[in-house]
């Protein structure tokens, strides 16, 4: 009797909890808005990301040039300089990381806003260290500056379990600033008041 190997499947299911999840993702893309999303580890999160940029890349088209709707990277782990974020943020728009950051860092903002990133999609954010974080403020502040009709979405996806909430401590954030998704799928998604979108420095 011969065995047969069974071709692996590696496409994207559309899960409950898939839903969900790209449902916060796709709104802070359309609203420009800022999210801190967690999720059980293991639910699906990376996957859902994926999907969601390369559907926003296949709507972008190649018409006027190639274009990054949404842009997603995972944060660098056990490297807290901004380089090491900024360096991930140029090989996802295909660029690479030669030459000194400091010249390297407005040439990203530039690429940002050329390449027409309307999101961006930080997983594993809990890697994140504080001058990341300061990096990525300065990012948006640069392109709103630069293109004021064109503010920039932020997610931080993270893991958590419970009634723990990853990265609160760092932005002194109330529990309602953060979207909880469930993986159980009888579950319904705590989708919890949010920030309004984010429109530049206050005065």
Request: glycine letters at 10%.
């Amino acid at each position: 009797m011969t065995i047969r190997n069974l071709p692996l499947f590696d496409g994207f299911i559309e899960t409950p909890f898939e839903r969900r999840f790209q449902g916060l993702l796709r709104r802070a893309w359309l609203q420009r808005s800022w999210h801190v999303i967690v999720a059980e580890p293991g639910s699906g999160k990376t996957m859902g990301i994926g999907d969601l940029r390369d559907e926003a890349a296949r709507q972008a088209g190649m018409v006027g040039g190639r274009r990054y709707p949404v842009l997603a990277v995972t944060a660098p782990k056990n490297d807290p300089r901004e380089a090491a974020l900024g360096n991930l943020l140029l090989g996802a728009l295909g660029v690479g990381s030669r030459g000194r950051w400091s010249e390297r860092k407005y040439v990203l903002y530039d690429l940002l806003g050329q390449y027409g990133v309307e999101c961006l999609i930080c997983d594993d954010a809990h890697d994140l260290s504080m001058p990341h974080l300061i990096f990525l403020k300065e990012v948006t502040d640069h392109l709103f500056l630069a293109y004021p009709s064109h503010p920039l979405g932020l997610c931080l996806v993270t893991a958590g379990r419970g009634a723990s909430i990853p990265l609160k401590d760092v932005f002194g954030q109330e529990d309602d600033d953060v979207d909880a998704v469930p993986a159980t799928p009888g579950l319904q998604p705590a989708v919890l008041p949010r920030r309004q979108p984010y429109r530049g420095r206050s005065p």
